[in-house]
């Protein structure tokens, strides 16, 4: 099974800050890592598929990238609405599997 | 405009059993993959497992902790999935996710159900 590491899992930032979120994998899963955004008491949404396809609807301000073992989750300047518990995730095979999440905070 | 509904959520005593159930519409059912994620309290997300379309074999696949005691289902003739949970144990104590399984984004969950809160003790 793959396993999935993601630091860190806690920041504080500002409003306009850039936040960079990192997620390593135990093994190569090509470009099978996607990204969710979580608020306190709602579902999951997913944000970015296939390391950095936007999901629709999402704003440009988030952005994905790396390959292989090593990815990154970026928000280019964070707004209000951004602060929320971020979550990574590997679909190269199953058993599928999650990050610890990266909860963010307001500074 | 996808809506996943899920229900069926309960209190339940180890060792029981619970079946869940999530009403999909807004798109075709049938030739969809679907999947389970759940969520403990103040946890993180766990993946539960898959299951892809009859088309393409009708097979799933779950996760260690679950394999055994856990099956995924389908009845595609009213856009329904259901999450039969046997052996039940505390640490099962979760919010359980129906999503939509997406093989043409990256095997990810596109859309969510709000969630139905399973409770063993």
């Known amino acids: 099974d793959i396993q999935m590491t993601q630091s860190p899992s806690s920041l504080s930032a500002s409003l306009g800050d850039r936040v960079t979120i990192t997620c390593r994998t135990s093994?190569?899963?090509?470009?099978?890592l996607n990204w969710y955004q979580q608020k306190p008491g709602k579902a999951p949404k997913l944000l970015i598929y296939?390391?950095?396809s936007l999901q629709s609807g999402v704003p440009s301000t988030f952005s994905g990238s790396g390959s292989g073992t090593d990815f990154t989750l970026t928000i280019s300047s964070l707004q209000p609405e951004d602060f929320a518990t971020y979550y990574c995730?590997?679909?190269?095979?199953?058993?599928?599997?999650f990050g610890g999440g990266t909860k963010v905070e307001i500074k | 405009e996808v809506q996943l509904v899920e229900s069926g959520g309960g209190l339940v005593k180890p060792g029981g059993s619970l079946r869940l159930s999530c009403a999909a519409s807004?798109?075709?059912?049938?030739?969809?993959?679907m999947s389970w994620v759940r969520q403990a309290p103040g946890k993180g997300l766990e993946w539960v497992g898959r299951?892809?379309?009859?088309?393409?074999?009708?097979?799933?696949d779950f996760a260690a902790p679950v394999r055994g005691r856990f099956s995924i289902l389908r009845d595609d003739s009213k856009s329904t999935l259901f999450l039969q949970m046997n052996s039940l144990k505390v640490e099962d104590t979760a919010v359980y996710y129906c999503?939509?399984?997406?093989?043409?984004?990256?095997?990810?969950?596109?859309?969510w159900g709000q969630g139905t809160l399973v409770t063993v003790s």
């Open positions: 999503t939509t399984y997406e093989t043409h984004a990256g095997y990810s969950s596109g859309h």
């Open positions: 995730q590997q679909s190269y095979s199953t058993p599928l599997s």
């Open positions: 296939a390391t950095s």
């Open positions: 299951i892809k379309s009859k088309t393409d074999g009708g097979t799933a």
């Open positions: 807004g798109f075709t059912f049938t030739d969809a993959w």
């Open positions: 093994q190569s899963i090509g470009n099978y």
